[in-house]
């Protein structure tokens, strides 16, 4: 059985007389080191809805799948894995810019997902059919409850097809692998910024070419390239496009 934990609705959420009523469910989509969570989360605190990246649920099945010694290349032991281990997903305060928190039948394992071995395997994965199936099931039911702001690569075309707002970043190769890049820098001083651009272009022929849900955006999504843009600008661009609709 699984179970998920969240955030109340917050009281923000709700429209008053004197404020217009925000888009309810926001999604968020881009390729990887597209700063869709970085964007999302402070979206999300600006708006004081609750964040969920998604790839945290992805990430914490690979994690799972490598502690119980499962091949990254038998998709019926991993969908299994997916359907029966207990996901706990925490989302943080409405309005506050901490990421969500994530446990794997009781135990936290949000400071595993970014280890390396987690990084490498997580694309391979998260195209197993029987995998996404279960952790979609999982988004849906937590969106269901509350305004949220959703972060992923198929929240707009899968997860949420009916979001009031989808937003697709996109920036080029090169600059997403510099921004990688610098966020390597520290914890793994071995990984060169070459290296970096050659494992997201491996993520992205995976995530492009996967048979169920592949990486593109939705039809009626808000494409906003970000590259040579700051965070702050690319922020003020999708507050924008919220603001639009109120």
């Given at each position: 059985?699984?179970?998920?934990?969240?955030?109340?609705?917050?009281?923000?959420?709700?429209?008053?007389?004197?404020?217009?009523?925000?888009?309810?469910?926001?999604?968020?989509?881009?390729?990887?080191?597209?700063?869709?969570?970085?964007?999302?989360?402070?979206?999300?605190?600006?708006?004081?809805?609750?964040?969920?990246?998604?790839?945290?649920?992805?990430?914490?099945?690979?994690?799972?799948?490598?502690?119980?010694?499962?091949?990254?290349?038998?998709?019926?032991?991993?969908?299994?894995?997916?359907?029966?281990?207990?996901?706990?997903?925490?989302?943080?305060?409405?309005?506050?810019p901490d990421a969500a928190r994530i446990t794997v039948d009781g135990r936290d394992v949000t400071a595993d997902l970014r280890r390396p071995e987690v990084e490498d395997?997580?694309?391979?994965?998260?195209?197993?059919?029987?995998?996404?199936?279960?952790?979609?099931?999982?988004?849906?039911e937590i969106a269901s409850h509350h305004p949220i702001v959703m972060a992923g690569r198929d929240i707009g075309t899968?997860?949420?097809?009916?979001?009031?707002?989808?937003?697709?970043?996109?920036?080029?190769?090169?600059?997403?692998?510099?921004?990688?890049?610098?966020?390597?820098?520290?914890?793994?001083?071995?990984?060169?910024?070459?290296?970096?651009?050659?494992?997201?272009?491996?993520?992205?022929?995976?995530?492009?070419?996967?048979?169920?849900?592949?990486?593109?955006?939705?039809?009626?999504?808000?494409?906003?390239?970000?590259?040579?843009?700051?965070?702050?600008?690319?922020?003020?661009?999708?507050?924008?496009?919220?603001?639009?609709?109120?």
């Amino acid at each position: 059985m699984r179970e998920t934990a969240a955030a109340a609705t917050p009281d923000t959420a709700q429209p008053s007389a004197d404020r217009p009523r925000a888009p309810r469910v926001i999604a968020v989509d881009g390729s990887a080191a597209s700063g869709k969570s970085t964007i999302g989360r402070l979206l999300a605190a600006r708006l004081g809805y609750p964040f969920l990246d998604t790839g945290i649920m992805y990430r914490a099945i690979t994690w799972a799948a490598i502690q119980r010694g499962i091949a990254l290349g038998d998709g019926q032991a991993l969908s299994g894995l997916a359907a029966s281990a207990r996901l706990d997903v925490v989302l943080p305060p409405p309005g506050s810019p901490d990421a969500a928190r994530i446990t794997v039948d009781g135990r936290d394992v949000t400071a595993d997902l970014r280890r390396p071995e987690v990084e490498d395997a997580v694309s391979l994965v998260s195209r197993v059919a029987g995998v996404r199936e279960a952790l979609v099931q999982e988004q849906r039911e937590i969106a269901s409850h509350h305004p949220i702001v959703m972060a992923g690569r198929d929240i707009g075309t899968v997860v949420l097809p009916r979001a009031d707002l989808k937003v697709y970043l996109d920036a080029s190769l090169k600059e997403r692998a510099r921004r990688r890049y610098r966020e390597f820098a520290a914890q793994r001083p071995d990984v060169t910024e070459e290296m970096v651009l050659a494992d997201l272009r491996r993520r992205d022929q995976i995530d492009s070419q996967r048979a169920v849900s592949p990486l593109r955006p939705a039809r009626d999504a808000v494409i906003v390239q970000t590259d040579g843009l700051s965070q702050d600008k690319v922020l003020r661009r999708v507050l924008a496009l919220v603001e639009a609709l109120q």
